[in-house]
């Protein structure tokens, strides 16, 4: 049986390309000083995708503390070693916690860099989202042309994926926000 460190890392390595491979064990020894299980879910539903042809597997939600996420934003701001790669790949990571406002403030942490390709699906699935803040920080960088190819590419690529996210979107937006 794998422990739960090796199931955590395996969840991880499962959810980011090979281009980030060796950075998602680092991000994921750093949290797991801090992880606790939640005590509602045991389980973590994913949802596959397909990024330059790589088969991905990324939770839907994850179930853990939240407090690395204040951690990440002081070294973020105090320009220590960590790189780029691994605050994206921690944004990415907390952009799937159960936490809506855990959510946002990652969101923030990652719209604060360069977007990186593997962040594109952890980004489109917010979109689908019901949080209405974390919509409304999304459209500006969902419109901008610099990603537009980006975010074509990879929509043509998974077209059950987007098929998803719309209904998603138009779904939550007809329930919690039609006027």
Known sequence: MASSCESWLTLWCNAFPASVQAEVPDVCQRLQATLRAHPRKSS??????????????????VYFFASPLKYLANKHLAGDVDTDAERAILACMYNRH????VREHALRLLLQQTMPDFAIPH?????????????????????????????????????????????????????????
């Open 98 to 101: 159960h936490n809506g406002h």
């Open 123 to 179: 980004l489109l699935r917010l979109a689908g989202e019901y949080v209405a803040a974390i919509v409304y920080l999304l459209a500006p960088l969902l419109n901008n042309a610099v990603y537009a190819q980006a975010w074509t590419g990879f929509l043509a690529e998974n077209p059950r994926f987007y098929q998803q996210t719309q209904s998603h979107l138009l779904s939550y937006w007809n329930a919690y926000y039609r006027q």
């Open 44 to 61: 973590i539903d994913s949802f596959q995708i397909s990024l330059a042809s790589a088969c991905l597997n990324i939770p839907e939600r």
